[in-house]
């Protein structure tokens, strides 16, 4: 059965869709509030005003003919406390909330007729009426105002998922150069705001990185191709030396600088996507124990499962140089004793027990010419930049961490074979 996948309500279009609604409910409400008030005050005011004026009217009526009009009362048996005693013979109004059936709330407006001691002439004026017309503008203005919302929150809903797009669409380009795709670009956007802004800078910038990068490049391979021939030279040259301490100390830097010069150019290669990775079905165990064997260095390997299990599709030669620079890096810049363990069938781990991974190692990756701190020992730091690069050739994952109890932690990860394989 299909799912629609949940929506992400943390994402900036749910965001803004939910700031948007309680700003528009905050505004209804206002508004609501606001227009019941002043209808309300309104409809006091002009009941006060309709009594006041009819008992005017009213008591015209009565000086001169003694007869009540305009729905005039004497004395009439609901009449407020304060309006029964008027202290003098002027006209007063006061509000009666008391509601009784469908009469009430009501205004009052009361005058005294011939002189102390004698009668009180009132007029009543029921606001029910108005009243019921308030709670029915009120129930008009709710669901209109719910209306208005329903409408107001899926366009609210669009236009916030068009700015996330774009913004997406930034933060993915940004992804792809970090991850080393240096033509990766936002391209030209719609609209002059700030989100077109931000992809342009994002454009520019990977322009000049993309610059940058490719100039370090082809200096480096620059440089590994020109210093290849003399090195050479230097080599059969100190081949011709009479043996001796000199010659063997000669021939062994002679020998570093030609690593370096190696090292140079199969990073200038892999910068470069001239490398091709050949697959074949190889035993994992076997391969990583001919590897450690080649560096000539003293390494404790364990292989766990059986050889059905270990036996997997991969560049053989391209394994052995990752795992022979682990190794060697491990040696070089931690301490003894280096382990080296084959398991779960396509893992294989390095671990040695010196000081760990640097911090700024840890968090950036391993970067050419920097070895991270100096308790690592000295280097070009050119082992792990190799490394990692031929596992991303191979498709694998290269995890660099420290042990809870010191020493650093290479895992490398080989890619599990394709499903139906």
């Known amino acids: 059965m299909f799912r629609r996948p949940r929506p992400d309500l943390s994402s900036l279009r749910w965001k803004i869709a939910a700031l948007a609604a309680v700003t528009a409910f905050l505004v209804v409400a206002a508004v609501g509030v606001l227009v019941h008030v002043w209808t309300a005050d309104d409809i006091r005011y002009r009941a006060e005003a309709q009594a006041f004026n009819g008992l005017y009217s009213a008591m015209d009526t009565y000086r001169r003919t003694k007869t009540l009009a305009d729905g005039a009362e004497l004395d009439p048996a609901g009449l407020p406390l304060v309006l029964r005693h008027p202290v003098d013979g002027k006209r007063h109004t006061a509000y009666d909330g008391r509601v009784e059936g469908n009469a009430g709330p009501s205004f009052w407006a009361a005058q005294r007729v011939d002189g102390p001691g004698s009668r009180v002439l009132a007029v009543q004026v029921n606001m029910s009426p108005e009243l019921h017309t308030l709670r029915q503008l009120d129930v008009t203005m709710a669901a209109a105002s719910l209306v208005a919302l329903a409408a107001a929150v899926p366009l609210t809903v669009y236009g916030a998922g068009l700015l996330a797009r774009r913004l997406r669409r930034v933060s993915e380009t940004a992804g792809r150069i970090s991850a080393g795709d240096l033509d990766a670009r936002t391209g030209p956007t719609k609209g002059r705001d700030e989100v077109a802004e931000i992809a342009a800078t994002v454009d520019r910038m990977a322009d000049g990185l993309s610059q940058l990068l490719r100039t370090e490049r082809q200096f480096t391979?620059?440089?590994?191709?020109?210093?290849?021939?003399?090195?050479?030279g230097l080599l059969a040259a100190a081949d011709l030396l009479p043996a001796g301490e000199t010659e063997d100390l000669l021939r062994a830097r002679v020998r570093d600088l030609r690593g370096l010069v190696e090292d140079l150019l199969e990073i200038s290669r892999l910068d470069a996507g001239a490398e091709r990775p050949v697959p074949a079905r190889v035993p994992l165990g076997a391969v990583v124990s001919e590897a450690v064997a080649r560096t000539g260095l003293r390494v404790e390997v364990t292989v766990a499962g059986t050889e059905a299990d270990r036996t997997v599709e991969t560049d053989p030669r391209r394994l052995e140089r990752i795992v022979s620079n682990l190794v060697v890096n491990a040696h070089r810049h931690g301490?003894?004793?280096?382990?080296?363990?084959?398991?779960?069938?396509?893992?294989?781990?390095?671990?040695?027990?010196?000081?760990?991974?640097?911090?700024?190692?840890?968090?950036?990756?391993?970067?050419?010419?920097?070895?991270?701190?100096t308790e690592r020992g000295t280097g070009h730091g050119l082992g792990l930049t190799i490394a990692l690069g031929q596992a991303r050739l191979l498709g694998a994952e290269l995890h660099l961490e420290n042990a809870p109890d010191g020493g650093a932690v290479a895992t490398l990860r080989l890619p599990a074979p394709p499903s139906g394989a």
Do not use: C, K
């Open 221 to 232: 391979a620059d440089v590994a191709h020109e210093l290849r021939t003399p090195v050479g």
């Open 335 to 373: 301490g003894s004793p280096v382990e080296v363990t084959v398991e779960g069938g396509r893992t294989v781990v390095v671990r040695d027990h010196g000081p760990g991974f640097p911090a700024d190692v840890l968090l950036h990756g391993p970067r050419r010419f920097q070895t991270g701190a």
